[in-house]
C-alpha cells in the first residue's frame, strides 16, 4: 500500500458515525419509534457513508508540475511515469483519472474538432454518447504501451488562426508565437477531455483525480473546471520555487479559487530542488524555502500551514529507485499526509451536515415524545394515587378525561389529514413551476435567440433575460412552499396548545441556497461573457458551448431543488405524525388501565406500579435519547484540519548529487 494510501485509509471518524448511526436505527426499531419515512432517513445516510467517491483537482498553469505530482504520488511504486510530464503543454486538456468498475484499462478522448453540433456542446452532454469518444484501450503489463497511450492527452493539431479563435484559443495563439505557426497554422488541443479508466488500488476505492492543463485551456472549457470546482474534496493548487506567484497565477487564483472554501484547499510550492544549490548550507536552503512560503501566503492569502514545499521529480525519482532518503527530501509525504486529511475532513464534514440534517428532527420528535409520556405518567400516577377513598367516581371522571383526549386526538389527526392533502397540492404547483419539460423548451428557445445574436451587448441581453426568468420561476415555486411551511409551523403551534405538547418543529425550506445559486450563475456568467468581451461573437463555437453548460448548470439546480423539496414534503410531518402516533397508543393503554381499575381487575397498587416501572423505562429511554442527540452534535463539531506541515526541507545529504 502506497504511503498516500495508508493516509487516506487511517481516517476513523466515520466508522464512529455509521456505529453511531447503526445504534440509533436499532434502538428506534426496538423501541417501536420506526416508520417508513423514518427508515428513508436512515437509509439516506448510509448511502452518503457508502458512497466512495472523492475527487481531488489539481489546478495550475502549465509546466508547474502538476502531472509529475500525481505521477509521484499515484504511479511511484510502480517507478513509471503515466501521466506526460515534460517542458511545455503537456497536458493539453482536462485529464479525468478514475476507475469505473468492470471497465477495461482505457482512455477516452473528446475530439476538439467534431461536427459543428458537437463542438457546441458542453461536455456534460456528451458524456453519455459513446459515438463522440475516441477511444483507446492499453495492457496493465505492457507499462510502455499504457504510457504511449496517456501520450495522446499532450496531442496537438493544426487549425487556421480563424478556427483556433472561433474555439476560444485566442491566448494561445498569442502565447505560443511565431514559433508555433506553421504555414498560418496554429496548434490547438486535438482533444477537450480525457478519462482513463485505470484499476489502481487508489482508483478503485473511489478516488478521482482531475489533472487541469492551465489557465487558457480552462477557460476554453469552463463547465468542467467549475464542476470539478464544485465536488472537489480537496484542490490542489500548484506553483513552482522557480517561478513564484506569476500574474496569470493570481488570474486563476481569483477566477477560480478565491470565492470558495479555503478549507480544502492545499498549495503545492513545487520545484524545490530547483533551490537545493550546492554553494548554499542547508540553513540557507531552508531560510530560502521559508521566504517563498511567506511571499505565497501573503500573496493569496492563505496560511502558509497549508503551503507544502515538495519537489515532485525527485520523490518520483526516490520512489523509482526506493531512496528512502530522497523521497523524504522531497517533501511528498507531507504534502500526502495533509492531502489525504483534507479528503477525509471534507468527506466528512458533507456527510456529517447530511447526517445532522436528516436525523435531528426525528431524534428531537421522539425527544419530545418522552417528555410528554414522562409527564402525562407521573400525572396519572398522582390521579390514581387520589382514588384511594372514592375509587369508582374518580375513576369515572378519568375516564371521561381519557374520552375527551380521544376527541382531540381525531381532531388534530383531521389536522394531519388535511396537512397531507396541501402539501400534495402544493407540491404539484411547485413541480408544475419547475417543470423539466418546460426549462428545456425555454432553453432551446434562448439557445435559438442566442446564435442568433450578432453583438456582445445582444448577447448579454438574451443571456440574462434568461437568468431573470429562471430566476422567477424559481421564486415563484418556492414561494408555494415558503407558504406551506408557514401553515404547517401555524398547525404545529396549535396543535401543540390542544394536546399540551411542544416542542413540534418543522424543518425549515431556505430558497435563499437556490436563489443564490442562481444568482452566482448569472454573475459568472456575467464575468465570463464581458471577460471574453467583443470577441464572443467571434467566438461562436465556444460562446455556444458556454452558454449551453450555463443552462445544463440551471437544468440540474432544477432538479436539485425539486429532489430537495420532495424529500422535504415527504418528512416535515414526521414530528407531527410521531406524536400522534404515539398518543393513540397511550390513550389506549390508559383507557385499558382505567377500566382494569373500575372494574376491579387489578389492584390499585399493583396497576400504580407497574406505572412506576413504565416510568422508569420512559426516563432510561430519554436518556438514552438525549446521549444519541449529544454524540450527533458532537460528530457536527469537527476538529479542524490539523496542520502538519513543517518547513525544513533541503537536499538528502548523500544522494543529493545523484538525483
Ligand atoms: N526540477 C524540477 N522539475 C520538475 C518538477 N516537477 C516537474 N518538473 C518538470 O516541469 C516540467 C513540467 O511538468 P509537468 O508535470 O508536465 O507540469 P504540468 O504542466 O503542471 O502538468 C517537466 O519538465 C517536469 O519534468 C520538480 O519537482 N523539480
Ligand atoms: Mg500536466
Redesign the pocket.
Known amino acids: 500500500m502506497s504511503y498516500f494510501e495508508e493516509q487516506l485509509n487511517a481516517d476513523q471518524s466515520l466508522r464512529e458515525l455509521r456505529q453511531l448511526i447503526e445504534s440509533i436505527f436499532g434502538w428506534m426499531e426496538k423501541n417501536r419509534f420506526q416508520s417508513q419515512r423514518t427508515a428513508e432517513r436512515f437509509e439516506h445516510v448510509r448511502t452518503s457513508l457508502d458512497d466512495k467517491h472523492r475527487n481531488v483537482l489539481f489546478l ?10 500525481i ?1 509521484a504520488t499515484i504511479f511511484g511504486d510502480q517507478g513509471t511515469r503515466l ?9 493539453r486538456c482536462t485529464t479525468v483519472l478514475q476507475y469505473e468498475q468492470g471497465a477495461l484499462p482505457s482512455i477516452k478522448l473528446l475530439p476538439t474538432r467534431a461536427s459543428e453540433g458537437r463542438e457546441s456542446m458542453p461536455v456534460s452532454m456528451l458524456l453519455k454518447d459513446e459515438t463522440a469518444w475516441h477511444s483507446t484501450l492499453f495492457s496493465l503489463s505492457d507499462k510502455a504501451q499504457a504510457a504511449q497511450a496517456f501520450k495522446q492527452i499532450s496531442e496537438a493539431e493544426l487549425v487556421s488562426s480563424d478556427i483556433a479563435r472561433s474555439l476560444g484559443f485566442v491566448d494561445d495563439i498569442e502565447d505560443e508565437g511565431l514559433v508555433d505557426v506553421i504555414n498560418g497554422q496554429i496548434p490547438i488541443p486535438k482533444w477537450r477531455h480525457a478519462i482513463i479508466n485505470y484499476p489502481h488500488s487508489l482508483l478503485k476505492q473511489g478516488l478521482r483525480i482531475i ?1 487541469t ?2 489557465l487558457n485551456a480552462l477557460g476554453v472549457e469552463p463547465e468542467l473546471t467549475l464542476q470539478a470546482l464544485e465536488s472537489a474534496h480537496a484542490i490542489v493548487f ?1 506553483l ?1 520555487a522557480d517561478t513564484g506567484v506569476t500574474r496569470s497565477e493570481l488570474e486563476l487564483w481569483r477566477d477560480y479559487v478565491r470565492e470558495g472554501d479555503k478549507e480544502n484547499i492545499i498549495i503545492v510550492l ?5 533551490l537545493w544549490d550546492e554553494l548554499k548550507s542547508r540553513v540557507e536552503i531552508d531560510q530560502d524555502v521559508k521566504k517563498q512560503i511567506l511571499d505565497v501566503s501573503r500573496i493569496l492569502g492563505i496560511p502558509k500551514e497549508q503551503i507544502f514545499p ?6 518520483m525519482l526516490g520512489r523509482a529507485r526506493d531512496d528512502q532518503k530522497l523521497i523524504k527530501a ?1 517533501g511528498i509525504q507531507r504534502y500526502e499526509q495533509a492531502l489525504a486529511d483534507t479528503i477525509n475532513f471534507t468527506n466528512q464534514r458533507r456527510i456529517v451536515s447530511r447526517a445532522v440534517d436528516e436525523l435531528s428532527p426525528t431524534l428531537g420528535a421522539i425527544r419530545n415524545v418522552l417528555k410528554r409520556r414522562i409527564n402525562d405518567t407521573g400525572a396519572y400516577i398522582e390521579e390514581l394515587q387520589g382514588i384511594h377513598e372514592n375509587q369508582i367516581s374518580v375513576a369515572q371522571v378519568s375516564l371521561e378525561k381519557v374520552k375527551r383526549d380521544v376527541r382531540k386526538h381525531n381532531r388534530a389527526r383531521k389536522r394531519i389529514t388535511a396537512l397531507k392533502l396541501q402539501l400534495r397540492e402544493g407540491y404539484t404547483r411547485f413541480v408544475r413551476r419547475l417543470d423539466l419539460v418546460y426549462l428545456d423548451r425555454m432553453i432551446a428557445s434562448y439557445r435559438y435567440e442566442i446564435s442568433n445574436q450578432l453583438t456582445t451587448p445582444g448577447l448579454q441581453r438574451e443571456m440574462n433575460d434568461f437568468h431573470v426568468s429562471a430566476i422567477e420561476r424559481f421564486k415563484k415555486a418556492l414561494s408555494y412552499m415558503i407558504r406551506l411551511e408557514k401553515k404547517i409551523g401555524h398547525t404545529f403551534k396549535e396543535v401543540e396548545k390542544t394536546l399540551g405538547v411542544d416542542g413540534l418543529t418543522v424543518r425549515k425550506i431556505d430558497p435563499e441556497i437556490y436563489i443564490d445559486s442562481l444568482k452566482k450563475f448569472q454573475a459568472s456568467h456575467n464575468e465570463h461573457s464581458t471577460g471574453l468581451g467583443m470577441i464572443m461573437t467571434e467566438q461562436h463555437i465556444l460562446r455556444d458551448r458556454y452558454h449551453g453548460a450555463v443552462m445544463s448548470r440551471i437544468r440540474n439546480l432544477y432538479k436539485q431543488t425539486r429532489d430537495d423539496v420532495d424529500r422535504w414534503c415527504r418528512t416535515v410531518l414526521v414530528p407531527l405524525e410521531l406524536e400522534l402516533k404515539d398518543r393513540a397508543n397511550e390513550i389506549k393503554r390508559r383507557h385499558a388501565s382505567l377500566e382494569r381499575v373500575y372494574n376491579k381487575d387489578s389492584k390499585l397498587q399493583d396497576e400504580i406500579s407497574d406505572l412506576e416501572a413504565q416510568l422508569q423505562q420512559y426516563r432510561q429511554r430519554l436518556t438514552t435519547m438525549e446521549h444519541f442527540l449529544r454524540r450527533l452534535s458532537e460528530c457536527g463539531e469537527l476538529n479542524t484540519r490539523y496542520p502538519r506541515n513543517v518547513i525544513n526541507l533541503h537536499p538528502p545529504a548523500a544522494t543529493s548529487k545523484s538525483a
Open positions: 495550475a498553469e502549465f509546466s508547474r508540475g502538476k502531472s509529475e505530482l505521477n501521466l506526460p510530464s515534460s517542458p511545455g503543454r503537456t497536458t489533472d492543463p492551465g500548484v513552482s513545487n520545484k524545490v530542488d530547483l515538495v519537489s515532485a521529480q525527485k520523490a522531497s
